[in-house]
């Protein structure tokens, strides 16, 4: 299915200019999904001359950051021209990670992200980022989700107990794969609507073949005649009625899990739109971020205490401990129950589709917004986009080329009116911001 985020990136440029009062640069991934830095560009194309004067906004919200990835400093616009034309990596500008535009008055850009307790963020803002956090996948799954507020979902005659969607494994998810073989050695796949593709479709790999980053995630042997899945990636922005009809709770198993950081996606808020109970395989303290947007969740009647649990691999032995724990409910216990479950479920999706929850999210988005772009202007000094231009064409200069030696000639004016040129944005920028008002 297609999935129109830039909808949500012009919504997001266009608080971000009543915001600071003034036009905003936003760089995304296109297509979604990609990770590419060739694919992080401009969500509108400008004038070259007009981009020096407008703050950037960099869009990594959909999936967990990672630094490291970006850094080898060779990525940037200005690098990419420089080897197209001299056939030579400029590599002048580590610490550039994600920012693919150099020349610009502001010494700093914005960097939009969607996670919180991450070493990721504190290494961007230790660098020439200036965080802005907001729960991106809860502005998303309102709008992926929204027919859901209308339909109620009318249980089978006989429900299993867990349903558990489980398409791809590789990378940061790799624990589902120990996942599948405790709910076997468990005896608890009988009570599971689920599926295991032996096969990763994103990586390719067979997981007896894969290299486990955790080796407490690699199982023994997962049974080859669970059903496996061809659905697409972009399942997540749907929901299927029946696959709740025919369950009495998802396990969700989130992107993130043996990690520090907290990063919901729309995989959590799917089943709380769709009025279903959920047991959540993710990092600790998950179940309190949900609560600080107030969510409620099910402790008192399913045993939460895995969202304390620090130790990824004790973690998901209690995840388990707690389905078999529904397992054993007697007929009673599970009446007794069912009644308070319904109470959460219901605030949920109230909660969920209602206006206090939008604005919540959405007035944190304005708030941090503000207060980035507020410390840009006042932080700015102009002084990297000097030293990058220094630093261009001095290489230019050491490749002791023809066409080198006469562009560096060309620019050794322009390079001592930087500061010029600083005075003459501020300029027309204000100019600009007067003729819009």
Known sequence: MSVPLDRLYHY??????????????????????SKNIEDLTPMQEQYDLLNVFWPQIYCYDQEPLDYDRYQAGTHTELARDFQNRYQEELTVFP??????????????????????????????QASQFIPVYYWAHAVIALDWFRYAQHVNVVPAADPKLFLVYNRAWAGTREYRVKFVELLQKNNLLDHCVTAFNSVDPDLGTHYRDHVFKNTAFEPDEIDPGLPSTQVAAAASADFDLQDYADTQFEVVLETLFDDVRIQLTEKILRPIACGHPFILASTPGSLQYLR?????????????????????????????????????WSPE????????????????????????????????????????????????TGTRLIAARIAYYRKLKQLNCQTATDEFERNRQHIARTQRLLTLARQYRLSYKTAKE
């Open 12 to 33: 997001i440029q266009d608080v971000a200019e009543q915001a600071h009062g003034d036009r905003i640069l936003i760089y995304r991934f296109s297509p979604h999904g």
């Open 95 to 124: 610490g550039y990670n994600l920012r693919v535009r150099v020349f610009n008055i502001y010494d700093k850009c914005l960097l939009l992200h969607s996670e919180q307790q991450s070493p990721d963020v504190a290494k961007y």
């Open 292 to 328: 600080n947007y107030g969510f409620q969740t099910f402790d008192g009647v399913i045993d939460e205490s895995y969202d304390l649990e620090t130790d990824s691999s004790t973690r998901l032995e209690l995840i388990i401990a707690a389905m078999k724990q529904i397992a054993e």
């Open 333 to 380: 216990q599970q009446k007794i129950n069912r009644e308070k479950i319904k109470e959460i479920v219901q605030h949920n999706k109230r909660h969920f589709f209602s206006t206090v929850f939008f604005q919540s999210i959405v007035g944190e988005l304005q708030h941090n917004l503000r207060s980035a772009l507020t410390e840009l202007e006042e932080t700015n």
